[in-house]
């Protein structure tokens, strides 16, 4: 089957922009949450939405937001781009919510450069 | 709050030497563990997790982890590491019955040199 599947890929933007990133998860998962992806920092927790609600959010500014959609695909909205929100945006979607115990299943994500 | 801790940010190996990753973790019930791995230019995959049960779990590619409740640790281990097992490394951790969000710590870099 299918994985979950991110777009686009590679995205240049510059500051002052604003952004929307796609993601489709695997058929029949529910699940869908963004991570943001820096050196150093690791994965950071932006958001979490089950069945078209955000059940959890990370502590990003009010600039980082998300949606889900009656198909489950969901998209990540990022207004008024900054210099530090260059990163890899990660998309992971499970069954059940927050993965459950049996983990995420995580897209290659969309590689944002903003200049 | 919950929190992931991987103290070792990079470490490098010979092929051949045994491996051992630390993860500890700090969260007030009961939890769900897991390990993803990240290949040069490619996704992360999950290595192995830990839900219930034997707290020796066996993953993919001769990869353990044990669970060690009283001291809060996952850590990772390989008898013999080899080239391809370069990659970064990534603990997690979320609450039993997916109350709440799945963590990561900051990440192992591994280099393994043949």
């Known amino acids: 089957k299918a994985g979950v599947t991110q777009t686009p890929r590679y995205l240049i933007k510059t500051r002052g922009q604003q952004v929307t990133l796609s993601c489709s998860p695997i058929?029949?998962?529910?699940?869908v949450s963004w991570y943001q992806q820096t050196p150093g920092q690791g994965l950071q927790f932006l958001f979490e939405?089950?069945?078209?609600?955000?059940?959890n959010k990370g502590n990003f500014p009010g600039r980082f937001s998300g949606r889900q959609f009656s198909n489950s695909r969901s998209e990540m909205n990022v207004s008024t781009l900054e210099l530090g929100d260059s990163a890899l945006y990660l998309c992971a979607s499970s069954s059940d919510p927050a993965g459950g115990g049996y983990g995420y299943t995580f897209g290659s994500g969309t590689r944002l450069t903003v200049v | 709050a919950q929190s992931v801790s991987q103290h070792n940010h990079h470490v490098i190996l010979s092929e051949a030497a045994s491996l051992e990753l630390g993860c500890n973790y700090s969260?007030?019930?009961?939890?769900?563990l897991f390990w993803y791995v990240q290949y040069p230019g490619q996704h992360l995959q999950l290595l192995l997790k830990?839900?219930?049960?034997?707290?020796l779990v066996k993953g993919i590619k001769g990869f353990e982890a044990e669970f060690i409740k009283s001291k809060f640790s996952f850590n990772l281990r390989k008898p013999s590491v080899q080239w391809s097992d370069t990659a970064e490394y990534f603990c997690a951790v979320n609450g039993r019955g997916g109350s709440d969000k799945l963590i990561f710590g900051t990440g192992t870099r591994l280099q393994v040199f043949p």
């Open positions: 830990y839900f219930s049960g034997d707290p």
């Open positions: 058929s029949g998962h529910r699940s």
């Open positions: 969260y007030g019930g009961t939890v769900n």
């Open positions: 939405y089950f069945s078209e609600t955000q059940r």
